[in-house]
Nanobody, 122 residues
């Protein structure tokens, strides 16, 4: 009932920047928290950044000062601006959203995007 469509991944050199986007579509009443997770090869998936519906962001220590999460509530879209990228940022990045559907307003269900590859390499 809800799809999260991600875009913006790719190959970038160390020190470069990328901007990820994720749009939620479907029978949506409201999107609560949205966020980005990542999973590098051989490592566990980790939360990179999240943002509440009111706009309060939080970040993993490893990306503080380099990544900025933002959202456009009118478009049900979340963004991740990634600056000063490092090789250790290489991973598949997944968008997440807690969504209240039109038919079940009293609860929020978690949805995941399909993932977008970010590779930081010279």
């Amino acid at each position: 009932q809800v799809q999260l469509v991600e875009s913006g991944g790719g190959l970038v050199q160390p020190g470069g920047s990328l901007r990820l986007s994720c749009a939620a579509a479907g029978s949506i009443f409201r999107v609560d928290a949205m966020g980005w997770h990542r999973q590098a090869p051989g490592k566990q998936r980790e939360l990179v950044a999240s943002i509440a519906s009111g706009g309060s962001p939080s970040y993993a220590d490893s990306v503080k000062g380099r990544f900025t999460i933002s959202r456009d509530n009118a478009k049900n879209t979340v963004y991740l601006q990634m600056n000063s990228l490092k090789p250790e940022d290489t991973a598949v990045y997944y968008c997440t959203a807690a969504v209240r559907l039109l038919g079940t307003l009293w609860k929020a269900d978690d949805y995941w995007g399909q993932g977008t590859q970010v590779t930081v390499s010279s």
